[in-house]
Nanobody, 121 residues
Framework: QVQLVESGGGLVQAGGSLRLSCAASGSIASINAMGWYRQTPGKLRELVARISSGGVTNYADSVKGRFTISRDNLQNTVFLQMNILKPEDTAVYYC???????????????WGQGTQVTVSS
């Protein structure tokens, strides 16, 4: 069984910063892409940032220049550094990873439980 556990959410004023972390644990052979998504009530979950196993990144236009995604492959952890936060960044942030389990032949998509980020104006 593979789990993703997020941490680092909270309440911050507009213009502030937060750093999210997401650690994968369990019977893992390898991890492919990892990413962060966010969701607000009544809206679809949207991609915020994604990073491949080789470190190639892509971002939603709304966060380019403000957010940075990175990963530590030895620790099976992905990070999201969020700077110059805006009220519209308020959402539940979910970690996502494509994981090859030990003994498996296919990657499985795993989601974290979500962490709330609230940006006050």
């Amino acid at each position: 069984q593979v789990q993703l556990v997020e941490s680092g959410g909270g309440l911050v004023q507009a213009g502030g910063s937060l750093r999210l972390s997401c650690a994968a644990s369990g019977s893992i052979a390898s991890i492919n892409a990892m990413g962060w998504y966010r969701q607000t009530p009544g809206k679809l979950r949207e991609l915020v940032a994604r990073i491949s196993s080789g470190g190639v990144t892509n971002y939603a236009d709304s966060v380019k220049g403000r957010f940075t995604i990175s990963r530590d492959n030895l620790q099976n952890t992905v990070f999201l550094q969020m700077n110059i936060l805006k009220p519209e960044d308020t959402a539940v942030y979910y970690c996502n990873a494509g994981v090859r389990p030990l003994g498996g032949i296919w990657d499985m998509t795993v989601w974290g439980q979500g962490t709330q980020v609230t940006v006050s104006s």
